[in-house]
Nanobody, 125 residues
Framework: QVQLVESGGGLVQAGDSLKLSCAGS????????MAWFRQAPGKERDFVAA????????YYTDSVKGRFTISRDNAKNTVYLQMNSLKPEDTAVYYC??????????????????WGQGTQVTVSS
């Protein structure tokens, strides 16, 4: 089992950039595919991006393609989300998640078993 801690959020203006970090602890971190989700107040937790450890493949929800980049450093047990050209609609709590099941939909929260505490990203207009 791993534990995840997100950091790097903040309050920025539209068009600005932020880089989120997700630091993992535990001895099996490298075995997990990782993802970022986000949740605005009163809304469901939605998929943002995912990355596979072994293949290095990345996946993004359509609304962030070309603006966000997910990356990893397995040696440091860390996954990142570089967010550029931020928009007010990106405002949410961003959560890091580690894969908990084999197969299924990587865009679904049920695909992941370990979650960080979240970091707030607020984008003003």
């Amino acid at each position: 089992q791993v534990q995840l801690v997100e950091s790097g959020g903040g309050l920025v203006q539209a068009g600005d950039s932020l880089k989120l970090s997700c630091a993992g602890s535990g001895r099996t971190f490298s075995a997990y595919a990782m993802a970022w989700f986000r949740q605005a107040p009163g809304k469901e937790r939605d998929f943002v991006a995912a990355i596979t450890w072994s293949g290095g493949n990345t996946y993004y929800t359509d609304s962030v393609k070309g603006r966000f980049t997910i990356s990893r450093d397995n040696a440091k047990n860390t996954v990142y989300l570089q967010m550029n050209s931020l928009k007010p609609e990106d405002t949410a709590v961003y959560y890091c998640a580690a894969q908990g099941v084999i197969g299924g939909d990587y865009r679904a929260t049920s695909h992941y078993s370990v979650w960080g505490q979240g970091t707030q990203v607020t984008v003003s207009s």
